[in-house]
């Protein structure tokens, strides 16, 4: 699901509460209809059975041993969301099909997948001691999963309240989301002022279209608009390299063979970016520099005292002293051994096949990767949300492989993905902490989803690339299929790889790389003022997050086109998050999270069928006929198109 919604016009991020609905339904098929060992053990030893079990019991045990817990559920759940964590090669390799004629070998399929899934997780055992085991380590996000699976196991729909309203809600919006989502498109994004001014042209279209819009992607700053499609949530930034004329930059004739060509540079001319994708990317450079400055000047004492007191065998997170005492610990040398091996794996990619990227690159962006990772990893643990700090891996690779935007990409890939992998993995390691699965049991859970989603997310790839093709390399694409973010993907590759034409000191861009510093120093005198004053009417200024606000503050124009839904997702924030949390706590303690789970959960389910049936993954798109919902011919929202 996450690898197809890479493909889709609005990118959706498949929630934890989605794998565990699925993984609900089917697990408790599996349990019911398949024979169960403990059944068949039972009678064995009804009629005098002593010794061994046979191993015809022991083999249905294995399958389906009894009824389906709270444990077994959880740890489908965990290697379903690992899976996710090899779709970072499969990004790259569709940029590669799609925008340059540079072949993809088997070799070079398997191996980087493997290189590119499973280093980060070893860097994710290494830090354990500091990124999960820590007190303040609590990964917010992995409440309410943890909450739903509880709820599912622990209590019975007909003594709980809270779970005969979570399957009311799950029933109510799959019934619904089939409008927004393929009937009904309209619902996604109603604006009063498009419907008003639908018959306007010239230049006056073009402004109320750019103010009012935002049903497609840079269509607008969907300003007024009310969207009722509970799937949306901030997409991807879709953005191409300009030329000078504002018509788009030939990168294909630029970059031949995934190389530079001076002379196609010299005809065609520096490409140019739009603003709000250049500032977008100057605030996510200045996001990057201030987080690993407020890790530092914010927590640095209190991870290091941490670190040497795990050392020492103490923790003061109590999850962590149950498991201490009553499982085996996973060795380090395991995580040390997972490393090695992606390490060589990626190494003979680098040498002997054909992706632009130099030995020694590869290495440095492992070393960026590990450098990088703990700091992410730790911020996101306290706060619940991370900084993307894809940008750093480009401008890194921009400046030390100019001109081989390929190479660029598995450079990011790499180093990135060392750093996502280790953010991801370490929210699992904690998720097993809080619901007690064994560590070991966690390795080898984490490790098979890695490697089998890394397949099965460049299988999907490439049934979406070859079925669609035309419509993925126009970056706006129609209601089912968009190049939206690999066309995103594409441009920062392409920038970056032109890194010291575009942003060398001097240059239209310049600022964006200085976005580092600028974060940085933001920090810093954050840390100074806190010193002098450390909290100010009642509140503690050491507790604002200057990473976040300044992340946040270049969002929208980076990663998000697709405007029509934002002021949904305030609206929808400020009610549940503000007053039903100090108005109604009972509430939203028993049903802020079943419900919010069980939409995401019925909402994705129905999308996940549509992609199949009739959005193109499984075989041709089948478009909704055009009808006034359907509004197919212009924009959806019905503001005016200017000649």
Request: proline share 5%; net charge positive; hydrophobic share 45%.
């Amino acid at each position: 699901m996450s690898q197809i919604y890479e493909f889709k016009p609005t990118y959706v991020s498949i929630q934890g509460t989605f794998i565990v609905i699925i993984a609900y339904f089917l697990g408790n098929a599996w349990a019911r209809f398949l024979p169960r060992g403990d059944r068949f053990e039972a009678r064995w030893r009804s009629k005098g059975g002593q010794a061994e079990l046979p191993l015809w019991i022991k083999i249905v045990s294995f399958l389906n041993y009894g009824p389906w817990n709270l444990k077994e559920h959880a740890v489908c759940a965990i290697t379903a969301n690992s899976a996710s964590n090899g779709m970072a090669s499969a990004i790259v390799f569709a940029a590669q099909n799609l925008f340059y004629d540079l072949p993809i070998s088997t070799v070079t399929v398997i191996l980087s997948t493997l290189s590119i899934g499973l280093f980060g997780y070893g860097m994710a055992g290494i830090i354990r001691p500091i990124a999960v085991w820590h007190v303040e380590s609590v990964f917010w996000g992995t409440l309410p999963i943890v909450k739903v699976l509880q709820g599912l196991h622990w209590q019975e729909v007909k003594n709980s309240k809270p779970l005969r309203y979570f399957w009311y809600a799950f029933t109510g919006m799959f019934a619904f989301e089939w409008f927004p989502a393929y009937i009904w498109p309209w619902l996604n994004s109603v604006s009063i002022p498009c419907l008003a001014s639908m018959h306007a042209t010239g230049d006056t279209a073009a402004v109320l279209t750019t103010i009012f819009g935002g049903a497609l992607p840079n269509e607008g700053l969907g300003l007024f608009n009310v969207g009722f499609d509970w799937q949306y949530s901030l997409p991807f930034m879709s953005s191409r390299l300009l030329t000078a004329s504002g018509k788009t930059y030939p990168v294909s004739k630029v970059f031949n063979h995934g190389v530079l060509d001076q002379d196609a540079l010299a005809t065609h001319g520096i490409p140019r970016l739009t603003g709000t994708f250049a500032y977008g990317m100057f605030m996510a450079n200045a996001a990057i520099g201030a987080m690993i400055a407020h890790c530092i000047l914010f927590w640095g004492k209190d991870v290091l005292k941490a670190y040497k007191s795990t050392r020492q065998g103490h923790s003061d997170d109590r999850h962590h002293q149950y498991m201490a005492k009553h499982y085996k610990e996973t060795p380090s040398w395991w995580y040390g051994a997972v490393i090695v091996i992606s390490f060589i794996l990626g190494l003979v990619v680098s040498l002997k096949e054909d992706i632009t990227l130099p030995v020694w690159a590869y290495i440095v962006s492992l070393i960026l990767g590990i450098i990088i990772g703990p700091f992410s990893t730790i911020l996101y643990a306290r706060f619940g949300n991370g900084i993307a700090t894809n940008n750093l891996s480009k401008l890194v690779a921009g400046l030390l492989v100019p001109g081989r935007p390929v190479g660029n990409m598995y450079f990011a890939a790499w180093s990135h993905n060392v750093i996502n992998n280790t953010v991801n993995l370490c929210n699992d390691l904690k998720m097993g902490e809080y619901l007690k699965i064994p560590p070991r049991v966690m390795f080898i859970t984490q490790i098979y989803g890695t490697v089998l989603g890394a397949f099965v997310n460049y299988a999907v790839m490439i049934a979406i690339v070859t079925g669609n093709r035309e419509l993925l390399v126009d970056g706006n694409g129609d209601a089912s299929w968009s190049g939206a973010t690999i066309q995103a993907y594409n441009t920062n590759a392409a920038s970056w790889a032109l890194a010291k034409y575009l942003y060398k000191s001097g240059t239209t861009y310049s600022i964006v790389p200085i976005g580092l510093a600028i974060g940085a120093g933001c920090v810093v005198v954050h840390r100074v003022v806190v010193y002098f004053m450390p909290k100010s009417r009642g509140f503690s200024l050491s507790d604002f997050n200057f990473p976040q606000f300044i992340q946040y503050a270049g969002f929208i124009p980076y990663n998000s086109p697709q405007t029509c839904v934002i002021f949904n997702q305030v609206a929808a924030g400020f009610f549940v998050q503000y007053y039903l949390r100090n108005y109604h706590p009972r509430i939203f303690k028993d049903y802020s999270y079943l419900i919010a789970g069980a939409f995401d959960g019925a909402s994705l389910l129905v999308l996940f069928i549509l992609s199949f049936a009739v959005f193109g993954a499984g075989g041709p798109s089948v478009p909704f006929p055009a009808w006034w919902g359907n509004n197919i011919n212009g924009n959806y929202d019905f503001c005016p198109v200017s000649d």
